[in-house]
């Protein structure tokens, strides 16, 4: 316990002393009957874009899956571990979730890595090989002239956002229960700076502004 992060365990009594007691019946109601979110959020582990936090959740609300990027690979039943792909087996075929959201950000440091071509893309490192499945085969992606490197990085954060969902449609049980009308999927993009969220049209493919008040 002596080594454990301050800050964690000051944390943890806040959570208890303040938030346990708002909540005490929701988690004894969730572990007796088990949990049953309707939404499940692919997000990326950049510590300031918490689904919680932004989506205000309470516990058993949202299943969340981060990964570097919030990229979701191709459907490949290769007989590999697949992270990404198992997280989103559980939460379809088993919680049966409702709505599945690729949640995008701003300042992005995988995809900045990606843009940059800078050095843990070197071969052997995780990163570049994680980044790789943004890719599909013989597709070049580069900065076009006149744009900058921040419009560049910004324009490949949402692009990252349309391929994940791209991507989720490979999957089987996936496709399935988007045909049926059973499950939707979208895509939202978080600017980190002023809390400001956008979620995807995608009929217009363009990300849209959330106003802050209905
Ligand atoms: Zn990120």
Same mark, same amino acid.
């Given at each position: 316990m002596i080594s454990f992060p301050k800050t964690l365990l000051d944390g943890y009594r806040m959570f208890r002393t303040r938030r346990l007691p708002t909540e005490q019946s929701r988690y004894r109601e969730l572990s007796e009957r088990g949990q049953s979110p309707e939404v499940m959020v692919i997000g990326c582990c950049d510590s300031r874009v918490s689904p919680e936090v932004i989506f205000d959740a309470k516990p058993g609300e949202l299943f969340v899956v981060r990964n570097i990027a919030n990229l979701v690979p191709v459907y490949a039943?290769?007989?590999?571990?697949?992270?990404? %792909?198992?997280?989103?087996?559980?939460?379809?075929q088993v919680l049966r979730?409702?709505?599945?959201?690729?949640?995008?950000h701003a300042q992005c440091g995988g995809i900045r890595? &990606?843009?940059?071509k800078i050095a843990p893309l %070197?071969?052997?490192?995780?990163?570049?090989?994680? @980044?790789?499945?943004?890719?599909?085969?013989? #597709?070049?992606?580069?900065?076009?002239?006149?744009? !900058? @490197?921040?419009?560049?990085?910004?324009?490949?954060?949402?692009?990252?956002? &349309?391929r994940s969902l791209e991507n989720l449609m490979t999957f089987?049980?996936? #496709?399935?229960?988007? !045909?049926?009308?059973?499950?939707?999927?979208?895509?939202?993009? &978080?600017?980190?700076a002023e809390g400001s969220l956008f979620v995807l049209d995608k009929a217009a493919k363009e990300f849209q502004s959330v106003r802050a008040t209905t």
């Amino acid at each position: 316990m002596i080594s454990f992060p301050k800050t964690l365990l000051d944390g943890y009594r806040m959570f208890r002393t303040r938030r346990l007691p708002t909540e005490q019946s929701r988690y004894r109601e969730l572990s007796e009957r088990g949990q049953s979110p309707e939404v499940m959020v692919i997000g990326c582990c950049d510590s300031r874009v918490s689904p919680e936090v932004i989506f205000d959740a309470k516990p058993g609300e949202l299943f969340v899956v981060r990964n570097i990027a919030n990229l979701v690979p191709v459907y490949a039943p290769d007989g590999g571990t697949h992270g990404v %792909s198992a997280a989103l087996e559980y939460a379809v075929q088993v919680l049966r979730v409702k709505h599945i959201v690729v949640l995008g950000h701003a300042q992005c440091g995988g995809i900045r890595a &990606f843009v940059d071509k800078i050095a843990p893309l %070197s071969p052997g490192d995780f990163i570049g090989k994680w @980044m790789s499945m943004f890719i599909k085969p013989g #597709e070049v992606v580069e900065q076009r002239a006149h744009e !900058s @490197m921040q419009d560049f990085a910004t324009r490949i954060e949402k692009a990252a956002v &349309f391929r994940s969902l791209e991507n989720l449609m490979t999957f089987p049980c996936v #496709e399935i229960l988007v !045909s049926r009308g059973k499950l939707e999927l979208h895509g939202a993009y &978080f600017g980190v700076a002023e809390g400001s969220l956008f979620v995807l049209d995608k009929a217009a493919k363009e990300f849209q502004s959330v106003r802050a008040t209905t």
